[in-house]
């Protein structure tokens, strides 16, 4: 079955503190794997989206990584910000015709003063 | 530029009224989608359209149907709402769609639906 499962749950950190992001997934086949960040009470916006040959990609404090042999990804924050308080989204697509997607369930972050 | 718009924002309805949830893009974007956000799971595919007037079906169709008259808009339909369609709604766009697309996917700001 076609699956994507995020960790932890939830996590508070403090501003200023660095924090990781995990991901696993078991989509075959594998296109793509994206990241989104969805602000409480918004539609989900896009960080980053990395091929089977990228194994990291950043945008701005946030970064990446993607590990396909292992199925694994991670997104890292650095010098977090009050702003960065959001759930973040760990997305694969399937490559197949209809190109669907699958979403994992988000870690919600909560950055504190 | 607006990007993507829906409407209504919110919205309470009794169970078997009829409901169309409104989607326009102005990007020009081919490729349309409709998601659910329930909690406690990732968002889960609808109904998307690849190109004006074409339509498929996502993982959770039944009971909503979709038509794409035309590349801006793309307007989701509950027939007759039951409880369990008491969710958030996403509507998003996309350049293209396709199984090694790459293209961002951009998300409207959701229609809170509530069906008693």
């Known amino acids: 079955k076609n699956q994507v499962e995020q960790s932890p749950q939830s996590l508070i950190i403090l501003e200023g503190k660095n924090c990781t992001l995990q991901c696993n997934y078991t989509v075959s086949p594998f296109s793509n794997l994206r990241w989104y960040k969805q602000d409480t009470g918004r539609g989900p916006v896009s960080l980053t989206i990395m091929t089977f040959s990228e194994n990291t990609k950043s945008n701005g404090r946030y970064t990446a990584t993607l590990d396909a042999d292992t199925k694994q990804s991670s997104l890292h924050i650095t010098a977090s910000q009050l702003s960065d308080s959001a759930s973040y989204i760990c997305?694969?697509?399937?490559?197949?015709?209809?190109?669907?997607?699958?979403f994992g369930k988000g870690t919600k972050l909560s950055v504190k003063p | 530029i607006a990007g993507i718009t829906q409407a209504p924002t919110s919205q309470i309805l009794a169970a078997g009224r009829r409901m169309t949830l409104r989607c326009t893009q102005d990007?020009?974007?081919?490729?349309m989608y409709w998601y659910r956000q329930d909690l406690g799971l990732g968002l889960r595919l609808i109904h998307y359209s690849n190109t004006a007037g074409t339509t498929g079906k996502g993982e959770v169709p039944d009971g909503y149907s979709v038509s794409r008259a035309n590349t801006d808009d793309f307007p989701l339909t509950l027939a007759s709402a039951v409880p369990s369609q008491t969710s958030v709604y996403f509507c998003?766009?996309?350049?293209?769609?396709?199984?090694?697309?790459?293209?961002?996917?951009?998300f409207g700001p959701g229609t809170r639906l509530t069906v008693l």
């Open positions: 998003a766009s996309s350049a293209q769609h396709g199984q090694f697309s790459t293209d961002t996917q951009y």
């Open positions: 990007m020009r974007h081919n490729a």
């Open positions: 997305v694969v697509s399937l490559a197949r015709s209809q190109g669907n997607l699958i």
